[in-house]
């Protein structure tokens, strides 16, 4: 059984700040997906959304395309994820310079995985930013924008310990980083652990727990395994048998993440950032959940995201 307590306070959502992550689309079919699941979110006024880059930089067109389309086309605010693997300074530079003469003014920074993918051995290009640090600054370099990281409230995979983890998110702060973003986690101890130690560490950004949602627990379980996050007993139960049966699938991972995000408003967070894997149902029916609301047209988040 999970260790998640209700609340049901009628004012759970009050003061309650969602994201919402997508990754750029490869096919018309996708982008019609996207599209609409940006369309369904779009009136729960989120702070911002975010759209990944692919491993090894191979999305930029269809990353800077997808953040355009959002800013232009959507009252939403889009935040251009950027990593610095396989690259030179000066094209990652470029990169920046792009997304910036478009109007965008958040970022969420990442140092990337190699091209062969998440668990593969690690080496900055010759000229490039070795970590993810040193793209903060790069980035605050061109201008004072809101810069998201990464954290790992189960440590980052190929980290020797907790302290250099700690130490890495101490430089990304240092150098600008105004907002944590975390890998994905189920176990709320583990969180709430994380963010006691970065606090103990002089870490005091806010540290937005990354919430996903389990849309497929076979490929969330698999993921989770190359990333280092753990998926304890008691959710793989949950999900047993329903391999087959995807609406009760549905039913049971919004049951979850609701559990998981409301457990977590009890400890006092108040932002979350939602992997959707480009889908609409989940996202917004925890939304929901935890009382937040469609606004009227034109009454969502027109400010930047601060
Ligand atoms: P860094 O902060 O540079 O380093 C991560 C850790 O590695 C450090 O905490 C440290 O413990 C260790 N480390 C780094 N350098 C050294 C060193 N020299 N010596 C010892 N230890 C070291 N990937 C993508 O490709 N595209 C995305 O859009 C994307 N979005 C993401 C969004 C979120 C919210 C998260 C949590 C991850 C995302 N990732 C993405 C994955 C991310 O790129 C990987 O986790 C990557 O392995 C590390 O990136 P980082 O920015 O955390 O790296």
């Not at 994905?184 to 652990?193: G, K, P, S």
């Amino acid at each position: 059984m999970s260790q998640f307590r209700f609340s049901r306070r009628p004012d759970i959502g009050d003061g309650v700040r969602v994201s919402f992550e997508f990754f750029p689309p490869k096919t018309e079919a996708m982008e019609t997906r996207l599209w609409e699941t940006v369309t369904r979110l779009e009136p729960l006024a989120p702070h911002f959304v975010s759209v990944t880059y692919g491993a090894g930089g191979s999305t930029r067109e269809r990353t800077a395309r997808t953040v355009n389309r959002i800013r232009t086309q959507s009252s939403l605010v889009p935040a251009a994820h950027m990593t610095c693997v396989d690259a030179s300074r000066s094209q990652v530079d470029e990169v920046i310079g792009e997304f910036v003469d478009m109007g965008i003014r958040n970022f969420v920074a990442l140092r990337g995985d190699p091209a062969e993918g998440v668990g593969a051995q690690y080496r900055p290009h010759p000229d490039g930013y070795s970590n993810g640090a040193e793209l903060v600054a790069a980035i605050r370099k061109q201008g004072d924008f809101d810069v998201s990281v990464a954290a790992y409230p189960e440590k980052h995979p190929q980290s020797p310990d907790f302290a250099t983890d700690f130490d890495m998110l101490k430089r990304k702060v240092d150098n600008g980083a105004t907002r944590a973003i975390t890998q994905f986690f189920f176990d709320n101890d583990l969180y709430e652990r994380y963010v006691e130690r970065a606090r103990r560490a002089g870490i005091y950004i806010p540290i937005v727990p990354g919430i996903q949602p389990v849309h497929n627990f076979k490929q969330v379980a698999s993921f989770a395994a190359r990333c280092g996050a753990h998926v304890p007993a008691w959710l793989a139960e949950r999900f047993d048998g329903l391999q087959d049966d995807p609406q009760t699938h549905a039913l049971v991972a919004a049951a979850v993440a609701s559990e998981q995000v409301l457990d977590l408003i009890e400890r006092g967070v108040s932002d979350f950032h939602f992997y959707t894997m480009n889908r609409a149902d989940l996202a917004y029916a925890i939304c929901h959940m935890i009382g937040i609301r469609p606004q009227p047209a034109n009454g969502g988040s027109d400010a930047a995201a601060a």
